[in-house]
């Protein structure tokens, strides 16, 4: 496909259950980011991914949270044990190296955790 | 630490009306500056960017953004809002001419009644 594509769209869990979200990139582009979105709120930093470097976890909130790359193609988040306050909206964009950093967002998975 | 601020958390305007959204930054080095909207019910889509040489950038829909350097700013501006343009706009900042992050504001939500 043309854009970044995610899945699912919607989740719901129940607290303490774990969940896998999952990211295509942009085919090219090897760069891929996770960002969460909170209701009312701007988007926080989770992870990114460049090629073979290892990663940026520098935003992901709690060892719950745990994202893989397989190459440059697909990448899945996995929340553990998840918590109320997980609820979001998460969000994956991909980016290429020739683009200044211009990131191209996926329409996002809204998770609820009941 | 980097952080992105966005003064209006809110914004009601009628349609004709200009419009101009603040953006301020605290990183000091060399920026990638973005705005992005998204749109009831769609994904966040680039609006406009700016890397280097002219700080007044166009964007799409006749959407433009001014970066002044002096006052680590990059506000949008639209001479004449229309309805269509109700959408949350986010202000974002990358660091240099690298991949990484983006740093987010919170956003600001424009309303435009016709």
């Known amino acids: 496909g043309a854009g970044v594509s995610q899945s699912p769209s919607n989740k719901v869990t129940e607290k303490g259950k774990d969940v896998e979200l999952r990211c295509d990139p942009i085919s090219g582009h090897t760069a891929l980011y996770w960002y969460r979105q909170r209701l009312g709120q701007g988007l926080e930093f989770l992870i990114y991914f460049q090629g073979n470097s290892a990663p940026d976890k520098s935003g992901l909130p709690s060892d719950r949270f745990s994202a893989e790359r397989t190459g440059e193609s697909v990448s899945t988040l996995t929340i553990q044990r998840t918590q109320q306050e997980d609820s979001a909206v998460y969000l994956c964009?991909?980016?290429?190296?020739?683009?200044?950093?211009?990131?191209?967002f996926g329409p996002g998975t809204r998770l609820t955790v009941l | 630490a980097q952080s992105v601020s966005q003064h209006n958390h809110h914004v009601i305007l009628s349609e004709a009306a200009s419009l101009e959204l603040g953006c301020n930054y605290s990183y000091g080095g060399t920026v990638n500056l973005f705005w992005y909207v998204q749109y009831p019910g769609q994904h966040l889509q680039l609006l406009l960017k700016y890397f280097s040489g002219d700080p007044l950038v166009k964007g799409i829909k006749g959407f433009e953004a001014e970066f002044i350097k002096s006052k680590f700013s990059f506000n949008l501006r639209k001479p004449s809002v229309q309805w269509s343009d109700t959408a949350e706009y986010f202000c974002a900042v990358g660091r240099g001419s690298t991949l990484g992050r983006l740093y987010f504001g919170r956003g600001t939500q424009l309303t435009v009644w016709p």
């Open positions: 964009a991909s980016s290429s190296p020739a683009g200044h950093n211009e990131q191209f």
